[in-house]
């Protein structure tokens, strides 16, 4: 670009000259005075004092386009390119020569990226030439294809082609119809002719580049990104552009020296750090590799490559949190079976995220010899979770590899926990191949006593106790065998050897304690116990049994319960005493010590699982039910296939209304989980939203047995109610409300029989549920709104006990105040209606009754004041409108009144009494 000069021979005395005026206060500058020292201060590649000195000269002259255009000019050439666009666009709207800026201003959109406003600009000024425009254009296609408009980037490219110039930027245009067809090698090989032109030119370069790495050929692309570079050394977009194909094409030695330079003058950079940590994880140092690529990830810049290396970094450090924060950002870019995959599912198992774990291992095929151990272990925490889904995939994975003892046994127990008989044969072939395996052999033994396989559990247990004579582990077995007969007496004798050869094994010890409270032995089990605690004063086992042993003799119960509270108090972090003793608490009904003795647990995926339970019970009994509903929030978003979180949940839901995310949570739920009685909540939820094809159809694959249950019969009769079968839904809600006389049920029972039409059925039901239940609020509101019309003194009388338990209730209050002022009492009525005023002010129905009853007491202008509150054309009620019009002719708004009647068309007893009213006007 043309920049006026100064003569180096005179720029010292320049220089001197102005900071001499500067300091001796001789007055300040003209807006010109400040561009040629601008002008200046550019030649001699002094650029900041360019450009306080432009900046000085705006100030001067703020309309001055001249001063904002060479400003903008400068912060161009020196990659300043946003602070340039802000003055370029400024010197437009000044009036500066649009020819001269245009050509700056497009160069700028295009390096900041700013497409919208290319599109939006004109490719022909007065003043320009063919080359300038065809320049604009192509800056203006860039855009048009980045935003993926097709068409009006092919109209500019046949405008471009008519272009009477040999511009190389109408030749880099004409290869854009194939780079819009993605025919990449035809655009490559027209970007190669117009590079003929003009080789050195930046945007061939970059067309090149681009085009080069397109098709495959990254050298070629590396090479031009080179060129580039050396030419334009501080543009950082094409040297990260440049590094990353050389670490892509693994020259990580082309690329250090690049990083390097880069780092030391930006050493926070996100891009940079991320580059150097991958060079380091190159050299096999993946402590400070992990330094630099977390660091770049703080920054929000991290790509595939730097999370995978990352992650695998993090890995060999064993920082399994930091690796599967890295490898599940990547994870759905990575191929099946990728070794990264196993790398962050064991992680995600190490911290608990099961259910993310599972995800991964679905795209593992099984080829690594430890992927075996691995699905078992996904398994076993799934199933922990609720997630009999997932659990089911990983135990069918695990299966097809299971081949020796010890995964076996794993595949064994798992699918026995899901009551696949199939878990017997591999624990039997489990214990085949591992005869002297301790641990097989209790779980195939436990599995069979579990399954009510005794026969072969006594066989197994016998051939144990011939194989090993003095090991007392097999007796405990055959005394739970003789237990589940009720076969005491022989259970008592097998204890007894058991007792014999492991006088202080603890298993044997709480099996005999046990055994000792079932036959009522109640100081032989407490004495045992006692011993078992000496031992252990933590053993939350023998406490629980102790307590047991206690509360079923009648003794003192409470003495358990502080021996356990001074027992956490030397063990504050013993999680399971810590649980032991809130279940105490929570049996006691003690809900505010139990959420005390809770609290120091974090409601997080460390928390115990027995916490999350005990947590949002004691809150929903202690009735902090904000509370609890963020506990069971929170409980189901760690555990979405918990039964226990989405049951809490789903009441908290349903009785806050809550139908659309209860339905969501249920979809969820049933994802991992299929569940006969969540899928019944489904279709209750449906019906409460008035879905009954939906709720219906989710009936259909409920077992025939469920649906004659009366909880799915009330469900039945809201399918029916909103199907228009009514004699239907009135036999269903019977059936439900016969059962369980709650709130729900009562409204079913009154909406199915006034849907039939039965009103004095209807009434004598609400009359027989109010004697029954007289702390139903709604349905004795009902049962009150009835009686209006046959004994208003009644009606009056059940009104007035509503108020006593809720003395806010606005409809009570306002029909109350009705009545009274029907009958006459306006004393009675004023304050119950001014009440329900100040609890609903813009309630049309509350503002007229009191309105009403301040008219019959001749209070005129307050009564017109109450409606202005409400907006009055949005009243419905005619008789309403009316009152309101009656009040305007009360305080002599005779016009207002005219055009309130005018304003409405009334029927019947409404039209007779508007009638009236206009007669007084």
């Known amino acids: ?66 001063a904002r255009f060479e400003l903008g000019r400068l912060y161009m050439a020196t990659g300043q390119m946003e602070a340039a666009e802000k003055e370029l666009n400024r010197a437009l709207e000044l009036g500066y020569s649009a020819s001269e800026i245009i050509p700056l201003l497009s160069k700028a959109y295009q390096q900041t990226g700013a497409e919208n406003a290319l599109v939006d600009m004109e490719i022909r000024h007065e003043g320009m030439s063919e080359s300038e425009a065809a320049e604009v254009a192509f800056y203006k296609l860039q855009a048009l294809v980045q935003l993926d408009k097709q068409q009006e980037a092919q109209t500019l490219i046949e405008e471009v082609s008519q272009m009477q110039t040999d511009s190389v930027y109408q030749s880099l245009s004409l290869a854009y119809p194939d780079i819009m067809q993605k025919d990449y090698a035809a655009a490559l090989e027209k970007t190669k002719a117009a590079a003929e032109k003009s080789p050195d030119n930046n945007d061939v370069l970059l067309q090149l580049a681009k085009l080069s790495a397109l098709t495959g050929d990254l050298q070629a692309a590396i090479d031009n990104y080179k060129a580039y570079v050396d030419a334009n050394p501080n543009d950082l977009s094409k040297k990260f552009a440049l590094v990353s194909l050389l670490i892509e094409t693994r020259q990580v030695g082309e690329a250090s020296p690049y990083v390097s330079k880069m780092l030391k003058q930006y050493p926070n950079n996100g891009l940079l750090n991320q580059y150097q940590g991958i060079i380091e994880s190159a050299k096999e140092n993946y402590e400070a590799a992990l330094i630099h690529l977390e660091k770049a990830i703080q920054s929000g810049q991290a790509g595939p490559a730097a999370r995978l290396i990352a992650g695998y970094a993090a890995y060999k450090l064993e920082d399994y949190s930091a690796t599967s924060q890295h490898l599940s950002m990547i994870a759905s870019n990575l191929p099946d079976n990728h070794p990264a995959l196993r790398m962050l599912a064991d992680s995600l198992l190490r911290q608990g995220d099961n259910e993310e774990a ?42 097809e590899l299971s081949q020796e003892a010890e995964d076996l046994a794993r595949l064994g127990v798992l699918q026995l926990s899901v009551n696949d008989v199939e878990g017997l044969v591999n624990l039997q072939s489990a214990a085949e191949q591992a005869p002297d395996n301790v641990a097989t052999q209790k779980t195939l033994l436990a599995a069979y006593v579990n399954t009510g396989q005794s026969e072969k559990a006594r066989e197994m247990a016998n051939k144990w106790i011939e194989n090993n004579p003095d090991d007392p582990a097999p007796y405990i077995y055959l005394a739970e065998l003789a237990l589940k007969e009720k076969n005491i007496d022989e259970a008592t004798s097998i204890m007894n050897k058991a007792s014999e050869l492991g006088p202080d094994n603890r298993q044997v010890q709480l099996a005999q304690a046990k055994l000792y409270i079932i036959s009522e032995k109640y100081q032989d089990a407490e004495k045992l116990l006692e011993s078992v605690l000496k031992q252990d004063a933590t053993d939350t086992k023998a406490l629980g049994l102790l307590y047991a042993s206690v509360s079923q003799r009648g003794g003192d119960k409470a003495q358990i319960k502080t021996r356990i509270e001074e027992t956490l108090s030397k063990n504050k972090d013993d999680e399971a005493l810590r649980l032991a003793l809130a279940r105490l608490q929570f049996a006691d009904q003690n809900y505010d010590d139990v959420l005390d003795t809770l609290a120091t647990f974090k409601a997080n995926k460390n928390a115990p699982k027995g916490y999350w339970q005990m947590e949002g019970q004691a809150l929903l009994r202690s009735g902090a039910v904000k509370k609890a509903q963020d506990h069971y929030k929170k409980w189901v ?58 709720a219906r159809k989710v009936l259909e694959n409920v077992p025939e047995q469920v649906l004659e249950v009366p909880f799915v019969r009330g469900i039945t009769a809201r399918i029916n109610l909103l199907e228009g079968n009514e004699e239907a839904a009135i036999e269903d809600a019977k059936a439900a409300y016969n059962d369980t006389a709650n709130p729900k049920n009562t409204l079913l029972v009154v909406a199915s029989l006034e849907s039939a039409g039965k009103k004095e059925e209807t009434f004598a039901f609400l009359q027989e549920h109010y004697q029954a239940h007289p702390d139903d609020i709604r349905a004795t509101m009902l049962y009150a709104e009835r009686l209006i019309g046959t004994d208003r003194q009644q009606a009056k009388e059940i009104y007035s006990q509503v108020l006593e338990k809720l003395p806010d209730n606005f409809v009570v209050l306002n029909n109350l105040a009705y009545l009274h002022m029907e009958d006459g009492e306006l004393g009675k009525a004023q304050p119950l209606a001014r009440r329900a005023v100040d609890l609903q002010p813009r309630s049309a129905d509350a503002v007229d009754t009191f309105a009403q009853i301040l008219l019959k007491r001749e209070r005129y202008e307050p009564a017109l004041k109450l409606y202005d509150n409400v907006d009055v054309e949005k009243i419905r009620n005619d008789m309403v409108y009316l009152n309101y019009v009656e009040v305007l002719v009360k305080n002599n708004k005779k016009q207002l009144a005219e055009r309130r009647l005018s304003a409405r068309e009334f029927s019947g007893e409404a039209q007779q009494r508007a009638q009236s009213l206009q007669s007084q006007l």
Do not use: W
Request: glycine share 6%; charged share 25%.
């Open 1 to 66: 670009m043309k920049l006026t000069t100064v003569s180096k021979k005179f720029a010292p005395l320049c220089v001197a000259l102005s900071v001499s005026l500067a300091l001796g206060g001789c007055g300040e500058k003209s807006m010109d005075e400040h561009l040629e020292a601008a002008r200046g201060y550019t030649q001699q590649q002094d650029i900041e004092a360019a450009i306080i000195e432009y900046k000085n000269a705006i100030k001067a002259d703020p309309k001055s386009g001249e």
């Open 358 to 399: 599972t995800m991964i291992l679905s795209r593992v095929d099984g080829e690594n010899e430890t992927d075996a151990a691995l699905f078992s272990k996904a398994g076993f925490q799934l199933l922990r979770e609720g997630n009999m889904v997932d659990a089911q995939k990983m135990i069918d994975k695990s299966s």
């Open 637 to 694: 978003s760690l555990y979405p296939a918990d039964k226990g979180a989405v049951l809490g949940k789903l009441l908290l839901d349903d009785a806050q209304n809550n139908h659309a995310d209860a339905l969501s949570t249920i979809n969820s739920f049933l994802e991992k989980r299929p569940d006969t009685q969540v899928r019944v909540l489904k279709a209750y939820f449906l019906a409460v939203q008035k879905k009954p094809g939906e």
